[in-house]
């Protein structure tokens, strides 16, 4: 992939904007998954960056945590074990969720709230998508732990989908507004 400096900057700003929001601003400690303000940081990156450039962000953020750097919420906070953590399908549901958000705004030519709305909600659902089966592989397979689908869910979403929604409102009204005055 061939990025012009200035697509240098912003997934390097927006990479830095994940990592420091992965440290701040998170709720609930000991929680298995903790509540923060990463998935809004996310939505915003491909919002504003667009599909390739969001998931390029969020992808230089994971392979910095994965090499070591703290970077991630909880202990152990960076190095390739952290593959072995019940969020991490979270993580890389952020990935795909970046894209997701990003191809949505790209596609779709309006320029209504609505749109950004969506398309950060429909983020916020593909993290989901990864998270949710990765937490229960790694809790039945690595930890051998015996929880259902429904245990995880109780866990990792439904006291979470509430306030990512929230989130993903927050971030459609501040991504529109950014790319209105970029453009």
């Given at each position: 992939?061939k990025?012009?400096i200035?697509e240098?900057t912003?997934?390097?700003?927006?990479?830095?904007?994940?990592a420091?929001?992965s440290?701040?601003?998170?709720?609930?400690?000991e929680l298995?998954?903790?509540?923060s303000?990463?998935p809004?940081v996310?939505m915003?990156?491909?919002?504003?960056?667009?599909?390739?450039?969001?998931a390029?962000?969020v992808?230089?953020?994971?392979?910095?945590?994965?090499?070591g750097?703290?970077?991630?919420?909880?202990?152990?906070?960076?190095g390739?074990?952290y593959?072995?953590q019940?969020t991490?399908?979270f993580?890389?549901?952020?990935?795909?969720?970046?894209?997701v958000?990003?191809?949505?705004?790209e596609?779709?030519?309006?320029?209504?709230?609505i749109?950004?709305m969506?398309?950060?909600?429909v983020?916020i659902?593909?993290?989901y998508?990864?998270?949710?089966?990765?937490?229960y592989?790694?809790?039945n397979?690595?930890?051998g732990?015996s929880?259902s689908?429904w245990?995880v869910?109780?866990i990792?979403?439904?006291?979470f989908?509430?306030?990512?929604l929230?989130?993903?409102v927050?971030?459609?009204?501040?991504?529109?507004?950014?790319?209105?005055?970029?453009?």
């Amino acid at each position: 992939m061939k990025l012009t400096i200035q697509e240098m900057t912003r997934v390097a700003l927006f990479s830095a904007l994940i990592a420091i929001s992965s440290l701040i601003l998170k709720f609930g400690g000991e929680l298995l998954v903790p509540f923060s303000i990463l998935p809004l940081v996310v939505m915003l990156a491909g919002a504003i960056l667009g599909a390739r450039l969001g998931a390029f962000s969020v992808t230089v953020y994971v392979l910095i945590g994965l090499m070591g750097a703290p970077v991630f919420s909880k202990p152990p906070f960076g190095g390739v074990t952290y593959i072995f953590q019940p969020t991490f399908g979270f993580i890389l549901g952020f990935i795909g969720a970046a894209y997701v958000t990003g191809w949505i705004v790209e596609k779709i030519p309006s320029k209504h709230i609505i749109k950004y709305m969506g398309a950060m909600t429909v983020g916020i659902l593909v993290m989901y998508m990864m998270g949710v089966p990765y937490l229960y592989g790694i809790m039945n397979f690595y930890l051998g732990k015996s929880f259902s689908m429904w245990k995880v869910i109780e866990i990792g979403v439904l006291p979470f989908i509430g306030l990512d929604l929230i989130k993903a409102v927050i971030a459609g009204a501040v991504a529109k507004g950014v790319v209105n005055r970029v453009e």
